[in-house]
């Protein structure tokens, strides 16, 4: 039903910035949950930050201040602006949704996203 197409990883230096961009195509809507999540070499997957169809955010903890989740409601692209990039910050990152008929509360939890991009490498250097 729908496809994500993942862009705008890659390497940066500590203290740099960058932006990803997640565009949805087939069947979509602009009210959608969504989120990104992000996996280190030898870590579990973990979420980063969500949006669900109000425009509500959330994120985890640690990255309160430093990450900004956003999304283009009429281009149906999802944006992770990235600031104060740190090393630890290096991994895969991916996009993910669900499918319209799901109206549980949309947390910040793998379980509530079916539909996943590739995934973007993040590499932040010292």
């Known amino acids: 039903e729908v496809q994500l197409e993942v862009s705008g990883g890659g390497s940066v230096q500590a203290g740099g910035s960058l932006r990803l961009s997640c565009a949805a195509s087939g069947y979509t809507r602009s009210a959608r949950c969504m989120g990104w999540f992000r996996q280190a070499a030898g870590k579990n997957r973990e979420g980063v930050a969500r949006i669900d169809s109000n425009g509500s955010t959330d994120y985890a903890d640690s990255l309160r201040g430093r990450f900004t989740i956003s999304k283009d409601n009429v281009a149906n692209i999802l944006y992770l602006q990235m600031d104060t990039l740190k090393p630890e910050d290096t991994a895969m990152y991916y996009c993910?949704?669900?499918?319209?008929?799901?109206?549980?509360?949309?947390?910040?939890?793998?379980?509530?996203?079916?539909?996943w991009g590739q995934g973007t490498q993040v590499t932040v250097s010292s």
């Open positions: 993910a949704t669900r499918p319209l008929t799901w109206y549980s509360p949309c947390r910040l939890a793998d379980d509530e996203f079916s539909i």
